[in-house]
């Protein structure tokens, strides 16, 4: 585990470099680039809202699934619909599933019932 108080000293180089005016239209690249601080911290301390990428217009990471630059989260919009999306239409898929296993099984027993 790393120590925290590298950790702090990261941030702080990161957010120094940001504050400068010049800066604001960096990219998670060009910051890593120029702090040299790894570009998987970066992401770190935006994702733990360390950093507030809203504020840098450039300031990203790419989507987990898609690649586009995002600012929160692990997908961006569209591909946390379509995740949504299929989640939900797999979750009705088996609930008919389901429900036909259980009109199958009361059918069945219906007629070994009769049977008798």
């Known amino acids: 585990m790393e120590c925290h108080k590298e950790i702090e000293e990261d941030f702080k180089r990161v957010a120094d470099f940001l504050r ?26 935006i994702r733990n809202d360390h950093l507030y990428a809203v504020d840098y217009p450039n300031l990203g990471y790419p989507c987990s ?19 949504s999306a299929e989640l939900n239409n797999s979750l009705e898929a088996d609930k008919g599933i389901k429900q036909m296993s259980t009109k199958t099984t009361t059918v069945s027993n219906k007629y070994w019932k009769l049977r008798k």
């Open 65 to 83: 699934r898609c690649g586009k630059v995002i600012k929160k989260e692990d997908l961006c919009t569209e591909c946390s619909n379509e995740f």
């Open 20 to 45: 400068n005016v010049h800066h604001h239209g960096a990219t998670i690249d060009e910051v890593s680039e120029s702090t040299e601080v790894s570009k998987k911290r970066i992401k770190d301390f």
